[in-house]
């Protein structure tokens, strides 16, 4: 009984291909069975309805032929809902792909030909060579129609093969028209399916990201806008700063200021950018927000009359912007936490936790006092009183800080000068007050520190009548080489990062000076690295290669000489390519300290990109043995670790590669990962960083364990972490007899308990988004000055420390009302959550507690509003934010 088992339309088609039912007569017995087990009834009835159509679709009739292709794509669609499994149809019709595929080659032109190209496209999802492409190019033959139809896991395959396919087609100089045409039906339909980074990555692959700029809605262009920012920091250079421009455009395109204003101070020709945010609103109260973020990101700016046309506002906005609020914010703070009271080193030190031997070293020798010095200014930092040099004394009224300072010896006296300008931190008005007395003091090292003194209070803090440069100036021509460091470096310290056309002049002017002293010659060259920070300034960069040319060999054998190579890179910091042709001068140098000079530079310019190849680079460079006497391997670790600090990820593996570092290195390696892994987790004292270090502090070498030392200081900066507290404790017991190490215990204790534990000294800012210039030159200064600790920090150089203040910010959330006044409200504060590329409107904190304002933001926390009545003005909660009332909040 053959006829009834074959309907009569597929009689035409047995020549073709033999009917599948009657496919295998031998293998029928057992295998029919067997399959037939498996499937259902319902699964074996679609089976032989799919090999039906496939029959028919081969028939001479084009109105058969035609039905049967409807019947299959129904089919086909109604099956792709899930993506769990290969949907049933798709897995019926594969063995015969091949078949479909050759009678495709023999139809004619048609409507139909079309059609069946269509459904053969689909098939290509499961069926297709990898690698073939088949999907697209029968999608390309096939009809316009709408793609999302077939599901999403056909437009996910389209995409995939389009971007090696538009490769192939670049590479070969073939027209891509047909492939864009594609991709707009992809993107649209990705951003209408909230598969937003499906749509920018495919966009990225085929090189046109401005046309995400049409499809984004007010629905998804935050999502986008994110994906976008956070993957930048994994694209190789021009695509990351084309991918922040972008979101740049799509941000200000919904008018979302705030976030366009970060993205703009991210990218490189900020300037213009962060002009076009400010003048693009009215809104008085959102241009002091914007004031307040530059302000932070430590951008030196002029509120002009396209920003404010009206002289109060401009006064206000100025204001903000140089950042004179930041003292009184800092204040409310710690009176919020009460945390007010003075503290003296002793409290610090917490002696009488320490059992046993070195518990009773009352010695009050020189360098302990000096140590206490800086104890004192870094635990008081910005707090404007202490126990040393601000307290009232009961006999008469200038002996007390007097007293203090003459505690200390010749250049101690300058350090303790100065640190009276740390404690007024900010302060530009009481400070330079308090500090004018020790300007007319007969010893000049105590002027010395005085002028390094008022560089440092007005840290980060501007003025329109600029005092500090009016104080300083006066004091660089002088003969005595400290009182001409101390005012250098003031005035690095009080300018840094504001480009400042006189510095150049003048500095310059010391650096060509042949008659200079070396000393003077490098702390001129750091001060103007540290004013001209990432400014790629060429005139300075001639200055400071003439000036490393120009040396004898005795002075490049000179430990603080290697301070010059670190001036050159900071003008370069984060500049990436723009450092290639001093690069290629350094080349040229003296072979002590060319390699010096390279190593340095590239580590500067690459700082905070997250570059990968310049780690290996720089990896390459450590995993030499060389003999005895090279110092450029040094520079390569740190180099290493800054480079890698942009994001989590890179910071984990630098982590353990310094860990390899530590096993195989040479000991000129060994010194310098210490530091290195303070600079990946600055204020951030991670477990695992914590135990390396607190191995690394007892280990035989003592440079290394000093190192090791101050970084425990570096990485619990202003976290007050009890552990590392009691690690320092137990090692000051421990070296009680080495005062080199004793004194970094100290500094690396003061350095834990900084500002209180309000201060951090992160160069990341917003959400660990923005880098902020000043603040990572400062730390580069230090940490290459550490790198040979007993030249510089141990040595006459401590004053150097003080360098490390352009980091140090209040690592606080201040909440003001719209005028300005601080505003107390619930926020909850947890550890932030990427929800980069995650669906729906997930969670951005968790594990939250809710406090009200102002609060403490730890590392890698993030705060969030707990109230509806109020919006912030800014979509990162940090700092200074404004708060205005929700006109549609209505008390219950």
């Given at each position: 009984m053959a006829p009834p088992e074959h309907p009569s339309p597929a009689a035409p088609s047995e020549n073709s291909q033999p009917p599948p039912p009657a496919a295998s007569a031998a293998a029928k017995g057992k295998g029919k069975k067997k399959d037939d087990d498996d499937l259902?009834?319902?699964?074996?009835?679609?089976?032989?309805?799919l090999e039906l159509y496939v029959v028919r679709a081969q028939d001479a009739d084009p109105g058969v032929q035609k039905l049967a292709l409807e019947s299959m794509r129904q089919e086909i669609r109604s099956a792709t809902s899930s993506m769990t499994s290969v949907p049933k149809p798709l897995k019926f019709l594969r063995p015969h792909y091949g078949t479909l595929k050759s009678y495709f080659e023999t139809m004619p032109e048609s409507e139909l030909k079309k059609y069946m190209a269509d459904i053969l496209s689909v098939l290509a999802l499961t069926m297709s060579v990898e690698g073939e492409r088949e999907s697209l190019k029968f999608r390309l033959l096939g009809s316009e129609g709408d793609i999302g139809s077939w599901g999403h896991e056909y437009v996910r395959n389209l995409a995939g093969e389009i971007a090696q396919e538009f490769q192939k087609r670049q590479d070969d100089d073939l027209p891509i028209d047909a492939l864009m045409e594609l991709v707009q039906q992809i993107i649209s339909f990705h951003m209408k399916h909230n598969a937003e980074p499906e749509a920018v990555d495919l966009l990225m692959e085929v090189e046109d990201l401005d046309l995400l700029v049409e499809h984004v809605d007010a629905t998804n262009y935050k999502r986008a806008c994110l994906y976008l920012s956070s993957s930048s920091k994994y694209l190789p250079t021009p695509d990351d700063m084309l991918a922040l421009d972008i979101a740049y455009t799509i941000y200000m395109k919904f008018g979302d200021l705030a976030s366009a204003l970060r993205i703009a101070l991210q990218l490189d020709k900020h300037m213009q950018y962060?002009?076009?945010?400010?003048?693009?609103?009215?809104?008085l109260l959102l241009k002091k927000q914007f004031a307040y973020i530059i302000a932070r990101h430590g951008l030196t700016m002029e509120i002009d009359d396209e920003i404010a046309a009206d002289d109060n506002d401009k006064e206000i906005l100025q204001e903000i912007v140089n950042n004179t609020k930041l003292s009184e914010g800092y204040l409310t703070l710690a009176r919020d936490i009460e945390v007010m009271e003075p503290k003296s080193p002793e409290d610090i030190y917490k002696v009488h936790l320490i059992e046993g031997r070195g518990a009773s070293s009352s010695l009050d020798s020189?360098?302990?006092?000096l140590a206490a010095t800086f104890v004192n200014a870094f635990v008081n930092a910005g707090f404007g009183q202490?126990?040393?040099?601000?307290?009232?004394?009961?006999s008469s009224s200038s002996s007390s800080s007097g007293n203090w300072l003459f505690k200390n010896?010749?250049?101690g006296k300058a350090s303790a000068a100065a640190s009276l300008g740390m404690i007024l931190l900010w302060d530009t008005d009481s400070g330079l007050a308090q500090l004018d007395k020790y300007l007319h003091s007969n010893d000049t090292h105590v002027v010395a520190g005085a002028l390094l003194g008022i560089g440092i209070v007005t840290c980060g803090v501007k003025n329109d009548c600029d005092p500090a440069l009016a104080i300083l100036m006066e004091y660089i021509g002088k003969e005595d080489s400290n009182i001409r460091i101390g005012a250098i470096l003031g005035l690095g310290i009080a300018y840094a990062g504001s480009q400042k056309e006189e510095l150049k002049m003048h500095l310059s002017a010391v650096l060509g000076d042949s008659q200079s002293p070396l000393e003077v010659l490098v702390f001129s060259a750091i001060a103007l690295g540290l004013v001209f920070v990432g400014s790629c300034n060429e005139e300075i960069a001639q200055s400071i290669i003439f000036a490393l040319m120009e040396r004898s060999e005795a002075e490049l054998a000179e430990p603080i000489i290697r301070l010059l190579p670190v001036a050159l890179g900071l003008l370069y910091l984060g500049k990436q390519e723009n450092v290639e042709a001093t690069a290629e001068v350094s080349k040229t140098f003296d072979e002590k300290i060319g390699k010096y000079c390279d190593v340095t530079?590239?580590?500067?310019?690459?700082?905070?990109?997250g570059n990968v190849l310049k780690v290996q680079k720089l990896l390459g460079i450590c995993s030499q043995h060389l003999e005895k006497g090279e110092t450029h391997q040094g520079p390569a670790v740190l180099g290493i670790a800054l480079i890698a600090m942009a994001e989590e990820l890179g910071a984990e593996?630098?982590?353990?590669?310094?860990?390899?570092?530590?096993?195989?290195g040479e000991q000129n390696i060994r010194r310098a990962v210490p530091l290195a892994l303070g600079i990946l987790c600055i204020s951030n004292p991670k477990v695992n960083v914590m135990d390396t270090l607190s191995r690394l502090s007892h280990d035989a070498d003592a440079d290394v364990s000093m190192a090791a030392i101050i970084s425990l200081g570096l990485i619990g900066a202003g976290t007050n972490n009890a552990r590392i507290a009691g690690m320092l404790r137990n090692l000051s017991s421990y070296y009680y007899k080495e005062a080199a190490h004793l004194f970094c215990v100290r500094i690396a204790q003061g350095l834990v308990h900084l500002g209180k534990g309000l201060l951090t000294l992160s160069p990341y800012h917003s959400d660990r988004f923005l880098l902020s210039p000043m603040a990572l030159g400062g730390l580069v200064t230090v940490l290459h000055a550490c790198l040979d600790m007993k030249s510089t920090i141990l040595g006459k150089y401590h004053y150097i420390l003080y360098i490390i203040v352009l980091a140090m910010q209040?690592?606080?959330?201040?909440?003001?009302?719209?005028?300005?006044?601080?505003?107390s409200v619930p926020v909850r504060v947890g550890q932030a959550v990427d929800v980069v590329g995650q669906a729906g409107r997930p969670k951005t904190i968790t594990g939250f507690q809710t406090h009200s304002t102002p609060v403490l933001l730890a590392a890698g926390e993030r705060a969030e509003l707990a109230t509806e009545k109020y919006i912030p003005l800014t979509p990162v909660l940090e700092g200074f934010v404004i708060l205005k009332k929700n006109p549609e909040y209505h008390e219950e």
């Open positions: 259902s009834e319902e699964d074996l009835a679609l089976k032989e309805q962060v002009k076009q945010v400010c003048t693009s609103t009215d809104d020189a360098r302990q006092n202490d126990k040393l040099m601000t307290a009232p004394s009961d010896k010749e250049h530079l590239m580590s500067l310019a690459y700082a905070g990109t593996m630098a982590v353990r590669s310094l860990e390899r570092l530590l096993q195989y209040p690592r606080m959330l201040l909440t003001v009302d719209e005028d300005l006044k601080p505003l």
